[in-house]
C-alpha cells in the first residue's frame, strides 16, 4: 500500500508558476516510478510527467515540455512538478500516481493521490 497526498495547488494568473508537490509514505518510495496527470471538467484524465525511481528518467507531454519539470526528493519522499508559463488551458485538477514504470496511461498505474485544483486566469 502506497498513500499519495498532493499539494501546492492554487489560483495564479497566465504566465505565472506553480510548484506543486506529493508526499508519498507507506511501501518504499524508491520502488515506484511517479507521474502526473491532469484532469480538466468533461475532459479525460491525461499524463503530464513522470520520472523514474531507479535513474531518474523524466518524460513530458508535449503540451508542458519546456514548461513543467518534473523531480523527486527521496530523502523526504517527496515528487514535484514545476510548473511555469502557466496557460488557462493548464487548468485542471492534478494527480500524482505510483506505478511499476514510467508511463503515460492511467492504467499503468496502482495508486493515485486526491488531487490538488490548479486555476489559471486570462
Known amino acids: 500500500q502506497v498513500q499519495l497526498v498532493e499539494s501546492g495547488g492554487g489560483l495564479v494568473q497566465a504566465g505565472g508558476s506553480l510548484r506543486l508537490s506529493c508526499a508519498a509514505s507507506?511501501?518504499?518510495?524508491?520502488?515506484?516510478?511517479m507521474g502526473w496527470f491532469r484532469q480538466a471538467p468533461g475532459k479525460a484524465r491525461d499524463f503530464v510527467a513522470a520520472i523514474s525511481w531507479g535513474d531518474f528518467n523524466t518524460a513530458y507531454a508535449d503540451s508542458v515540455k519546456g514548461r513543467f519539470a518534473v523531480s523527486r526528493d527521496n530523502a523526504k519522499n517527496t515528487v514535484y512538478l514545476q510548473m511555469n508559463s502557466l496557460k488557462p488551458e493548464d487548468t485542471a485538477v492534478y494527480y500524482c500516481a505510483a506505478g511499476p514504470r514510467v508511463a503515460a496511461s492511467t492504467y499503468d498505474y496502482n495508486y493515485w493521490g486526491q488531487g490538488t485544483q490548479v486555476t489559471v486566469s486570462s
Open positions: 507507506g511501501r518504499t518510495f524508491r520502488s515506484y516510478a
